[in-house]
């Protein structure tokens, strides 16, 4: 059984698209796509040793080995020609490394018109990348789990305009404004708030002042919201 929060990344892989899940770990994403006859066939990546080899074992398990493929590899590395990969899955890392890992290999996404994207932290620099390369977001969502948020972006190619605020919270979760959606931003302040407290009690230099008009501004924004 998929965790909440591959579960809605799931829901989001188009019927019978390929797909590369990268940062697989014990790749629970492509074994569920494939065994629920969504995805006709999967790659997943893992750059680090153990998660990869969890993924092997967990693929030979499941009897998938002739649809899914493994790969020890770094980020989009694992995608090799010929593959054509439709839809790509990224969950659970940091905002900045996602978007590390999708400016490393810019030629792996030629084929790819899919990408659904979960990061931890940060969902913010997702909306910038996305922004800057002509991909437009198609749909967002925001889950709880085990007292932790995470946002899912979906994007596919075209252009895009998004506000400031849209970019810090998603235009969809703000128009939703779900229960989830609140209590991370209401955390949030909270939390941006306490740091103001804490500069305020440090020596004013101009970087201080620069960091609070910062946190000042970031505040405004989402209380608008
Ligand atoms: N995607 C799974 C999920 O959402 O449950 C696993 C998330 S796990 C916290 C992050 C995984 O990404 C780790 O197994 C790590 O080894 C892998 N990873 C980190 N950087 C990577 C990269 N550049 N290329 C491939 N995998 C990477």
């Given at each position: 059984n998929l965790s909440k929060r591959l579960e809605k990344v799931a829901s989001f892989v188009p019927k019978g698209a390929i797909v590369a899940d990268i940062?697989?770990?014990?790749a629970y994403l492509p074994c569920y796509l494939v065994h629920n006859g969504i995805s006709p066939k999967a790659i997943a990546g893992e750059v680090v040793k153990g998660p990869y080899q969890s993924a092997v074992k967990k693929v030979r398990e499941e009897g998938l080995e002739h649809l899914i493929t493994v790969r020890l590899a770094d980020g989009l590395e694992a995608i090799e020609d010929?593959?054509?990969?439709?839809a790509i899955t990224i969950a659970g890392m940091g905002g900045p490394l996602i978007v590390s890992i999708l400016e490393k290999n810019p030629d792996k996404l030629n084929s790819v018109t899919r990408l659904i994207l979960q990061p931890n932290t940060h969902a913010k620099v997702i909306r910038e990348w996305a922004l800057e390369h002509q991909w437009r977001i198609l749909d967002e969502a925001i889950v709880e789990e085990d007292q932790k948020i995470y946002e899912i972006i979906v994007l596919e190619r075209g252009p895009m305009e998004l506000s400031e605020a849209e970019i810090l919270m998603g235009k969809k979760l703000i128009q939703e404004k779900s229960e989830v959606f609140l209590k991370k931003w209401t955390h949030e302040v909270k939390h941006w708030k306490q740091v103001l407290k804490s500069l305020e009690k440090a020596e004013q230099t101009p970087e201080i002042e620069e960091k609070r008009r910062q946190i000042l501004h970031q505040i405004a924004l989402v209380e608008e919201v």
């Open positions: 940062g697989s770990d014990h010929g593959d054509q990969v439709d």
